[in-house]
């Protein structure tokens, strides 16, 4: 199969493939698109076992920050990087300025940010390089890490379905965690301050006996999570996690969680919708990352300091959103997931069609 011919290719304007010796990079930048602005998506390093599943890893990431962006209503295109390594032992701030010399060489069509296996003071050396890095720290426009945010907007949409499904507040909802790293322990303690019993899991132990010992969670091992008695699944690692293999065993209701691609493929979306389990699409509940770093990208191009009540306003319109997608997949007796994909690519055609004609 060519890259073309890739079902995850699905019109990318573009795919980068960069690599230097002397610091060990091998990256992959992908676009998506440009129709409502410069591509915009985190950056992952994570060690892949081949330079295929990085690829597809990087195109269905890069089309996911298409329809977030469009969802949240950000003057953005989607694009995603990946960097092909092992983030425990194989990061240096080398790697990191070559990684910056690669986003420059994308000539302003792609902006970066933290995503798995990637700080802030990492991006801090790509920085060196490039102008076309957010989510950082120490100057007026800058927006620090965006994963509290993402976790503040996963936070209210998993609060919304449960009012929707279960007809009520957080308090003594059972709710298990897949992944508590930067997003996942964030919700974690949201959820814990609101009431909710947490059930968690993570590969990395150090953090999961953290996060547990600071909200009183149940820890399960990783394979375990999906057979927790809980009335919310929340994935928070990396996707994949809803799959026809896992849907038999999963007992909550609802699934709202703050990992990319959570649905294995769209058979398992069909199935969640045939089991009556209530589904946030995972690309408009956990926009709340990218619309941090919008207001940095904003704040950056109109010369001012980062405004934190624009980013609360566009996380309450989120909301709403979610909202919307659910009551017409309610509606429609659809899947949540098409209806979201619909009104996404609608989005992204009626900008490309405003782009055609100016």
Not at 108 to 136: C, F, I, M, P
Not at 288 to 315: S, T
């Amino acid at each position: 199969m060519t890259l073309f011919d890739s079902p995850a290719f699905e019109g990318h304007e573009g795919v980068h493939a960069f690599s230097d010796e002397k610091s060990g990079l091998k990256a992959i930048i992908a676009v998506h698109s440009t129709a409502r602005g410069p591509a915009a998506g985190g950056c992952r390093m994570w060690p892949y076992a081949s330079a295929a599943e990085a690829l597809d890893d990087a195109l269905k990431l890069s089309r996911a920050m298409s329809y977030k962006n469009a969802m949240a209503d950000l003057d953005l295109g989607g694009g995603k990087s990946v960097i092909i390594g092992d983030s425990r032992t194989q990061k240096t701030p080398a790697l990191f300025e070559a990684f910056g010399r690669a986003v420059e060489d994308v000539g302003g069509k792609y902006w970066t940010a933290e995503d798995v296996g990637v700080s802030v003071a990492d991006l801090q050396h790509a920085r060196r390089r490039t102008r076309y890095v957010a989510g950082l720290e120490g100057h007026p426009a800058a927006s620090g890490d965006p994963s509290p945010v993402t976790a503040e907007g996963v936070f209210r949409g998993v609060r919304l379905c449960v009012r929707r499904a279960l007809n009520r507040e957080l308090d003594g909802v059972r709710v298990a965690i897949q992944g508590v790293g930067n997003v996942g322990g964030y919700l974690a303690r949201k959820l814990h301050a609101a009431g909710a019993r947490l059930v968690l899991t993570d590969v990395n132990g150090e953090a999961l006996r953290r996060v547990a010992a600071e909200t009183g969670a149940e820890i399960v091992p990783p394979s375990a999570i999906f057979d927790a008695d809980v009335d919310v699944f929340a994935p928070c690692a990396l996707g994949g996690a809803v799959s026809l293999d896992t849907l038999p065993r999963i007992r909550a209701r609802i699934i709202a969680g703050g990992a990319n691609n959570q649905l294995a493929d769209a058979e398992a979306g069909l199935e969640l919708f045939r089991r009556g389990i209530l589904y946030a699409p995972d690309y408009v509940i956990n926009g709340g990352g990218i619309i941090n770093v919008a207001g940095e990208i904003r704040a950056l191009d109109r010369g001012e300091a980062f405004d934190p009540a624009w980013v609360d306003q566009k996380l309450d319109r989120l909301a709403l959103t979610l909202e919307e997608v659910l009551e017409q997949a309610r509606v429609e007796r659809r899947p949540s997931h098409e209806v979201a994909n619909e009104i996404a690519r609608a989005r992204i055609l009626g900008a490309s069609a405003r782009q055609a004609a100016a």
